[in-house]
């Protein structure tokens, strides 16, 4: 599994706002693309880059992941959108080092 996909480090904003809040009609994550029903709770993130101002809607699982890549030691930040090819790639380095130490205990599979 490869993602092809580039992760960047976007421009920081000249100014930003997050907040969770309840949605009150549909809208769509801008990671996984799922719906965000009425009445479940997303992630707003509303900033201005390159002076448009631009609003962000991110379900709650995905807002976890993105917590999660913030966390890592050597995060700069993220770029909205990238959060898919972060955790696959995430998945890759995980099922490499479980074959690594399949093999030394001599439980590689062929």
């Known amino acids: 599994m490869t993602c092809?996909?580039?992760?960047?480090?976007?421009?920081?904003?000249?100014?930003s706002f997050e907040e969770d809040v309840r949605a009150k009609k549909q809208h769509r994550c801008v990671e996984c693309l799922e719906p965000i029903l009425p009445g479940e709770t997303y992630n707003r993130y509303t900033g201005k880059w390159d002076g448009e101002v631009k609003t962000y809607t991110t379900c709650t699982s995905c807002k976890e992941l993105?917590?999660?890549?913030?966390?890592?030691?050597?995060?700069?930040?993220?770029?909205?959108?990238?959060?898919?090819?972060?955790?696959?790639?995430?998945?890759?380095q995980i099922a490499q080092q479980?074959?690594?130490?399949?093999a030394k205990l001599g439980l590689s599979q062929s």
């Open 4 to 15: 092809y996909c580039e992760i960047g480090y976007g421009e920081t904003p000249d100014f």
């Open 66 to 92: 993105r917590d999660q890549w913030e966390a890592e030691p050597w995060s700069e930040g993220f770029t909205f959108g990238s959060v898919g090819c972060w955790y696959a790639g995430k998945l890759e």
């Open 98 to 102: 479980m074959d690594e130490e399949q």
